[in-house]
């Protein structure tokens, strides 16, 4: 039972480095989330995809990009990383449907430093 | 706009005793749901227990009840017997649609110790 994996798990930048985070899951959802955790704030949220080929900004979206090829990856990617964005990044996904109650289901989270 | 507040950056309670962590929220939506989420100290996110906003009894699961309250808008999750395995953090969080969409957002948590 696979669920949602991210990848990868931890990972450390230096100031102006790109990087992606993978995020796939194998439940059919059609919703996928990313949320950046930091101490204090609870978990707030980047960017959203609705389905495949959509994408929305989320609270945070500054610094970030995201896409959704194919419905059962979603891609955050950090073009020129900044300290500021030293997290730990979560993926969720969700299904679609009015009889779901929009339970989120979480991957393990990947930790990112950046120098 | 919709918000979330967890009010207790932490508590502690004993083995075997009850405890209430607290949630208020803020929506002028009717229709939303609340969620209690569990991420104990290895960092992955655990789904405890779900309220509808029309759900006229508040939800239990297991050890864990939802003391919903709408016009004062808050969601307490109780949990009863508690448990050294119970310390951690603790999300209150709540979904509404909008705009065709799905939305969630999160507490800042509240960090919960169990002491023997």
């Known amino acids: 039972n696979a669920g949602v994996t991210q990848t990868p798990k931890f990972r450390v930048l230096k100031t102006g480095q790109s990087m992606t985070l993978l995020c796939a899951q194998d439940?059919?959802?059609?919703?996928m989330y990313w949320y950046r955790q930091d101490p204090g704030m609870g978990l707030r949220l980047i960017h959203y995809?609705?389905?495949?080929?959509?994408?929305a900004k989320g609270e945070v979206p500054d610094g970030y990009n995201v896409s959704r090829l194919k419905k059962q990856n979603f891609l955050l990617g950090l073009e020129s990383a900044a300290p500021s964005q030293t997290s730990v990044y979560f993926c969720a996904s969700s299904p679609l449907g009015t009889r779901d109650t929009g339970e989120l289901f979480f991957g393990e989270g990947s930790r990112l430093t950046v120098l | 706009a919709q918000k979330i507040t967890q009010t207790q950056p932490g508590m502690f309670v004993q083995e075997k005793e009850a405890v209430t962590l607290d949630c208020t929220y803020d929506t002028s939506d009717q229709s939303y749901g609340l969620f209690w989420y569990k991420q104990p100290s290895s960092g992955e996110m655990i789904f405890l227990i779900y309220?509808?906003?029309?759900?006229?009894q508040n939800a239990t699961e297991g050890r864990y009840s939802l003391n919903f309250q709408k016009a004062r808008k808050s969601a307490n999750l109780v949990i009863s017997a508690s448990q050294l395995g119970d310390s951690a953090m603790y999300f209150c969080?709540?979904?509404?649609?909008?705009?065709?969409?799905?939305?969630?957002?999160f507490g800042a948590g509240t960090r919960l110790a169990v002491h023997p």
């Open positions: 995809s609705v389905g495949e080929g959509t994408t």
């Open positions: 309220q509808g906003s029309y759900d006229e």
């Open positions: 969080a709540m979904r509404w649609f909008s705009g065709g969409y799905n939305k969630l957002i």
């Open positions: 439940m059919n959802h059609e919703y």
